[in-house]
């Protein structure tokens, strides 16, 4: 039930930042060529929202398991092997998002007060975003492994 | 160093450990080996994928979805049939030519295949084709859509290189047109040998009727790869023009078009990039180890005697890159592979736009073989056919590809001659 209303949280902000880098971009081109007064911060800020996508993207990848890797070995194993070994996986991609949480969280403290090259915003505004998507992207792992033994039963 | 890097990329790779993350994984154990500190990590996840020319392959798998969504690539599809509809064989050059006007909107095989498999298997099928052959057809002809601009391959292999995106679209036009002509020609023989059966009739006032139809949809690559040649937009900037029209056309020609649609594409277009975008960032942190050790120079000095014989290492490269492609998706090999390959190419003394699109033809081919097989298991998917059935029909058009692959390769004059040609 929560991780429904956090997916579908997830899903509506991908949504609205892709309208919103896409209508951004088609905006900067008009005012370039049409009003003849280019938006300065326009291409900076629409990379940023990019890693937001990106990220948030990443979250909703792992909700549907569409993160693949070469499983043509793994395919061999039985079943049970197969679970077992997936769920090893599962473990070990939490430790990474720990291992980067922390050090992302260290980094926003130490960049996040400057300003953006071509706006007065604070980078750490666009930055939050790994230590976030390592939460999200760790529940998401954290769920998977949970169905994963729960189907079993 | 190298072989610890190399030992546990590879590992986590066998174990089935989901591509981009076994990138940043293989980082996070080596760089505190290389006495470095783990605060690069995050620093380049962001730096990786904040980018402004990459944002141009949202843009495009939207655009591929808004197509789904509406009623462009049916107006395509009529457009085709009027055109070539009357020919032996005629659905199969239908399927040949609409993929090639789809390709000059989408940047993606798979999102191609996924539209036109729904499409034209039904159809081919009630027109007396074997349903394989219908879907191998589609499979295959999908490539076409990488190759001709946009393309988002070429966007991530100017993004990892350095080179123009804008001279890789044009590099791949040419190389386009002669794929779509030899799968055209695949598909005439199989007509001529299968006795296919002949469609429809010529009619020109059903020619007109269907140019009136597919003018808005034909207006998009119009303003995005003219806009794009012409030097007027930046890849993302077309990208970003092409889905907007597309939206506003494609809501106004399609009855059925709803709020619900867009959001879903819209969500899609995230979730699809997030898994490409994985990739991005995990290269980009193994990217500082690998600049580091010096991966890529040692790669071309080892193959240096190879360095020699021009034409034996570019098949060798080819070979290589179709080796690849049935292990690893397009996007993950040219992220992980090209850069370590650029080396060796310049060394041989290959343009790096050419390269591109010898890259791209190969990981073209690489999305049709098994076992990693994004275009050959979407269609099997939609269609509910096996592996093998399709492949029964597909192999024939692989050799032409390949066919096409050897003739782009040892001919730059196909990628490069149409640059100089406008400029």
Not at chain 2, 242 to 268: Q, R
Request: one cysteine or more; charged letters at 10%; proline letters at 5%.
């Amino acid at each position: 039930m929560l991780m429904r209303l956090l997916d579908r949280l997830v899903a509506l902000i991908s949504a609205l930042l892709v309208a919103g880098t896409t209508v951004l971009t088609c905006v900067s081109v008009f005012m370039r060529y049409v009003v003849n007064s280019s938006l300065p911060w326009a291409i900076e800020i629409s990379g940023f929202l990019l890693v937001w996508i990106s990220f948030f993207g990443a979250y909703l990848a792992f909700r549907q398991r569409q993160h693949l890797g070469v499983d043509i070995l793994i395919d061999k194993l039985p079943e049970r092997l197969q679970r077992i070994w997936y769920s090893v996986i599962d473990a070990a991609l939490i430790v990474l998002f720990a291992v980067i949480f922390i050090h992302s969280l260290r980094w926003v403290r130490v960049v996040g007060g400057r300003e953006i090259a071509t706006a007065p915003i604070e980078r750490g505004v666009f930055i939050v975003i790994i230590p976030i998507a390592c939460v999200l992207c760790a529940i998401a792992v954290i769920a998977d492994l949970f169905k994963r033994w729960k189907e079993r039963t | 160093m190298t072989a610890i890097l190399l030992g546990v990329l590879l590992t986590l790779m066998a174990v089935a450990f989901p591509i981009g993350f076994a990138l940043m994984g293989t980082a996070a154990v080596t760089i505190p080996a290389a006495g470095m500190d783990l605060i690069s990590v995050p620093v380049q996840l962001f730096s990786g994928t904040d980018s402004f020319a990459i944002l141009a392959v949202p843009l495009f798998i939207l655009m591929g979805e808004l197509m789904s969504a509406t009623t462009i690539a049916h107006r395509l599809v009529e457009l085709a049939v009027s055109l070539v509809g009357w020919m032996r064989g005629g659905l199969a050059h239908v399927n040949v030519l609409t993929n090639a006007f789809m390709a000059e909107m989408s940047g993606s095989a798979t999102a191609d295949a996924a539209v036109l498999s729904k499409i034209f298997v039904p159809e081919m099928e009630r027109a007396g084709y074997p349903k394989a052959y219908a879907a191998a057809c589609t499979a295959v002809n999908a490539t076409i859509g990488i190759i001709i601009p946009p393309s988002i391959p070429m966007v991530l292999y100017g993004v990892t290189t350095n080179t123009s995106i804008r001279d890789l679209f044009i590099a791949g036009i040419v190389p386009g047109i002669i794929l779509a002509g030899a799968f055209m020609l695949t598909c005439y023989i199989f007509a001529r040998r299968y006795n296919h059966p002949v469609d429809e009739h010529f009619e020109l006032r059903r020619l007109k009727a269907s140019l009136r139809g597919a003018l808005l949809p034909m207006l998009i690559p119009i303003l995005v790869v003219g806009g794009l040649i012409g030097g007027i937009f930046t890849a993302t900037e077309a990208a970003g023009v092409g889905v907007i029209i597309a939206l506003i056309g494609g809501a106004f020609m399609s009855p059925d078009f709803t709020w619900k649609k867009l959001y879903d594409a819209l969500v899609t277009t995230a979730r699809q990039t997030g898994v490409v975008m994985m990739l991005v960032a995990g290269s980009s942190v193994l990217g500082i180890l690998v600049a580091n050790e010096q991966i890529p120079q040692h790669v071309a000095n080892g193959l240096q005697t190879f360095a020699h014989n021009p034409v034996l290492a570019l098949l060798l490269i080819n070979i290589f890159l179709l080796i690849l492609g049935m292990f690893l998706q397009a996007a993950a090999a040219i992220i992980i592979v090209v850069p370590v390959l650029m080396p060796l190419a310049a060394k041989i003394g290959i343009d790096p736009v050419h390269f591109g699109i010898i890259v791209t033809l190969n990981l073209g081919i690489g999305q049709q073989t098994p076992p990693v097989a994004t275009v050959l298991l979407t269609v099997c998917a939609i269609t509910g056919l096996s592996i093998q059935q399709v492949m029964r029909y597909s192999k024939w058009f692989l050799i032409t590809m390949f066919a096409v692959l050897m003739l782009v390769s040892y001919a730059p004059v196909t990628t490069l001659w149409f640059r100089h040609f406008i400029s």
